[in-house]
Antibody, heavy 119, light 110 residues
Framework: EVQLVESGGGLVQPGGSLRLSCAASGFTFSAYWMHWVRQAPGKGLVWVSRINIEGSSTSFADSVKGRFTISRDNAKNTLYLQMNSLRPEDTAVYYC????????????WGQGTQVTVSS | QSALTQPASVSGSPGQSITISCTGTSSDVGGYNYVSWYQQHPAKAPKLMIYDVSNRPSGVSNRFSGSKSGNTASLTISGLQAEDEADYYCSSYTSSSTQVFGGGTKLTVL
């Protein structure tokens, strides 16, 4: 069974940092692109970032470019999102999701981790 | 990276058909056959329903279908059932090598 389990969320002050993790199991993690998608309270889904299989190519939404970094450790079957200079508008549930290389749909999703940016 | 445009809400009675539209630009929906649709029940993770405009993943009911014309994609649900009540989101690949979601549509089954 495919499982994606996010962790690392919590309460952080504006300007602070947080690192999210996504542990994958039940599929060949190293053969899939990985993504982060977020959802603010009562709002819609917003794509955040993508990383390729090797970790050599990344892409970001304009709203997080320069503040967030995506990375992966294929040996540990884990995806990361390093979030710096956090703003109140970054408050959301953060989901990790997978896609097959060269395909732009997200086939498996985790259950999400809550990030709250507030003083 | 403006969000794709979806109606905020649609509704239908059991057994009826409904269609949700998703309008973008030539830089996303109109430029690529990479439109996907997701269903999200309250407090649950999204679920893939349609990919590459009109393809259904294994296990998704054939009551769900997708299409595209120009810069507008559509999701049609036929034979509405109570369990179809959920939020639906479209998504597209973009010319900036990113992805963009629609604002979401709340489907109410009357």
């Amino acid at each position: 069974e495919v499982q994606l389990v996010e962790s690392g969320g919590g309460l952080v002050q504006p300007g602070g940092s947080l690192r999210l993790s996504c542990a994958a199991s039940g599929f060949t993690f190293s053969a899939y692109w990985m993504h982060w998608v977020r959802q603010a309270p009562g709002k819609g889904l917003v794509w955040v970032s993508r990383i390729n299989i090797e970790g050599s190519s990344t892409s970001f939404a304009d709203s997080v470019k320069g503040r967030f970094t995506i990375s992966r450790d294929n040996a540990k079957n884990t995806l990361y999102l390093q979030m710096n200079s956090l703003r109140p508008e970054d408050t959301a549930v953060y989901y990790c999701a997978s896609s097959s290389p060269g395909y732009y749909f997200l086939d498996y999703w985790g259950q999400g981790t809550q990030v709250t940016v507030s003083s | 990276q403006s969000a794709l445009t979806q109606p905020a809400s649609v509704s239908g009675s059991p057994g009826q058909s409904i269609t949700i539209s998703c309008t973008g630009t030539s830089s996303d929906v109109g430029g690529y056959n990479y439109v996907s649709w997701y269903q999200q029940h309250p407090a649950k993770a999204p679920k893939l329903m349609i990919y590459d405009v009109s393809n259904r993943p294994s296990g998704v009911s054939n009551r769900f279908s997708g299409s595209k014309s120009g810069n507008t994609a559509s999701l049609t649900i036929s034979g509405l059932q109570a369990e179809d009540e959920a939020d639906y989101y479209c998504s597209s690949y973009t010319s900036s090598s990113t992805q963009v979601f629609g604002g979401g549509t709340k489907l109410t089954v009357l």
